[in-house]
């Protein structure tokens, strides 16, 4: 199986945008003791209040296994206190091909 990247893309209420970014910078970093995790990344757009939480796994089962583990419990646990008025949207795509940097920019 090829691996696959995770987007939850997260709009909130652009008065809640500066928390909401402090939330994620400040979290507890429990993703990389996950198996199969390869990478994270927060994303911003370059308007609104809108926001990608971008994940990649080795797997699709690596990632579910993920949403069941007591470690995502743990890393979501204040999300409902938090609040930040706005919706998200989960997306799956499988990675079909990859090009990377061979040398230093």
């Given at each position: 199986?090829?691996?696959i990247?995770?987007?939850?893309?997260?709009?909130?209420?652009?008065?809640?945008?500066?928390?909401?970014?402090r939330?994620?910078?400040?979290r507890?970093?429990?993703?990389?003791?996950?198996?199969?995790?390869?990478?994270?990344?927060?994303?911003?757009?370059?308007?609104?209040?809108?926001?990608?939480?971008?994940?990649?796994?080795?797997?699709?089962?690596?990632?579910?296994?993920?949403?069941?583990?007591?470690?995502?419990?743990?890393?979501?646990r204040?999300?409902?206190?938090?609040?930040?008025g706005?919706?998200?949207?989960?997306?799956?795509?499988?990675?079909?091909?990859?090009?990377?940097?061979t040398?230093?920019?």
């Amino acid at each position: 199986p090829n691996m696959i990247t995770v987007m939850n893309c997260v709009t909130v209420d652009p008065d809640r945008a500066v928390d909401f970014e402090r939330a994620f910078l400040s979290r507890e970093r429990l993703l990389d003791q996950a198996p199969g995790f390869r990478r994270f990344e927060l994303l911003r757009r370059d308007k609104g209040a809108e926001y990608v939480v971008l994940t990649t796994w080795q797997s699709e089962q690596h990632f579910r296994d993920w949403v069941k583990s007591d470690l995502f419990a743990r890393a979501h646990r204040r999300d409902g206190e938090r609040g930040f008025g706005g919706h998200s949207e989960l997306r799956s795509y499988e990675i079909l091909d990859v090009e990377e940097a061979t040398a230093p920019a």
